[in-house]
């Protein structure tokens, strides 16, 4: 948890966030998941792994999980915690630059993207690359599932997607909203 503070002290725009996701919003974001169908998961800004130790709890052994972090002591830790696992990558860098690690490790489609990215701070450049991206990696069946304190983004999330189902999680410091969102189908 101090580590936690300490680098949202340091970068408040990238954290998003005073203290770690709970356990119940682990849960909640994960709890769609069709792990017994799935052949990739990305997660974006794992921070203390939270949802980390949940995906690789349930995943089967085949599936490949990238989980890409841009913060340099949270990657540290992860990789340590994670790096020796069976098909668990940990990569120290930022989300937008999702399509060069899907090529290095062949990948043409994601069946999910769970995302601990505070969009509400993030810069609406790197936002807009980051959601485009998602969009043009995910299965016709693909979901992005991401979480955020407030319900601001939801409109800017709708152009991306055209199916978002919102939950709200209560029990979280401060309470969360869990957004599962469809990709837009081109017209």
Do not use: H, W
Request: proline share 4%; net charge positive; aromatic share 14%.
């Amino acid at each position: 948890m101090f580590k936690f503070i300490k680098e949202f002290i340091k970068n408040p725009k990238f954290i998003g966030a005073v203290a770690p996701s709970s356990e119940y919003l682990a849960e909640k974001m994960i709890e769609d998941i069709n792990f017994k169908e799935c052949n990739c998961i990305i997660e974006y800004g794992p921070g203390t792994g939270v949802f980390t130790e949940k995906l690789i709890a349930r995943k089967n052994e085949d599936t490949l999980l990238l989980v890409i972090e841009n913060n340099k002591e949270f990657y540290e830790d992860l990789f340590s915690m994670y790096g020796y696992k069976k098909n668990v990558k940990i990569i120290n860098d930022g989300a937008e630059n999702v399509k060069k690690y899907l090529r290095a490790y062949n990948i043409k489609k994601v069946d999910y993207v769970v995302s601990g990215l505070p969009f509400t701070v993030l810069p609406i450049s790197i936002s807009n690359v980051i959601l485009k991206n998602t969009m043009d990696i995910l299965s016709n069946k693909g979901e992005f599932i991401t979480f955020q304190y407030s319900l601001l983004k939801k409109k800017f999330f709708e152009k991306y997607f055209n199916s978002i189902k919102v939950k709200k999680a209560m029990i979280n410091l401060p309470p969360a909203y869990v957004f599962k969102c469809k990709v837009k189908e081109e017209l």
